[in-house]
Nanobody
Framework: VQLQASGGGLVQAGGSLRLSCAASIKSFDVYFMGWFRQAPGKEREFVAAISSKGDRKLYGDSVKGRFTISRDNAKNRVYLQMNTLKPQDTAVYYC????????????????????WGQGTLVTVSS
């Protein structure tokens, strides 16, 4: 299993970025997918997650109303649209995959995710 995150970069406060995560997973549509971030000196933080069929989404409090997670199961991809970016959004962003039955609660703890990508750096300047 491989997860490849991309789309990070340098953006001014108030700007937008769209992250993409390409998954080399057989049966991608049975995995819940999540985005986490980690800033220097801080713990990995839950950002957003989406159920395997895309019918349920969950967001961290700090990004609600600004970020949107989506997925395209036909393309084995998950996306994170980030709007109204703030300097405190600066971090390395990771995508992760969680194999669970479709009816269970979306996980927010990093330890519950089975596979991780390498991360993509997002830097928001003030």
């Amino acid at each position: 299993v491989q997860l490849q995150a991309s789309g990070g970069g340098l953006v001014q406060a108030g700007g937008s970025l769209r992250l993409s995560c390409a998954a080399s997973i057989k049966s991608f549509d049975v995995y819940f997918m999540g985005w986490f971030r980690q800033a220097p000196g801080k713990e990995r933080e839950f950002v957003a997650a989406i159920s395997s069929k895309g019918d349920r989404k969950l967001y961290g409090d700090s990004v609600k109303g600004r970020f949107t997670i989506s997925r395209d199961n036909a393309k084995n991809r998950v996306y994170l649209q980030m709007n109204t970016l703030k300097p405190q959004d600066t971090a390395v962003y990771y995508c992760a995959a969680d194999l669970k039955p479709p009816s269970v609660k979306i996980a927010t703890a990093p330890s519950e995710y089975d596979y991780w990508g390498q991360g993509t750096l997002v830097t928001v300047s003030s």
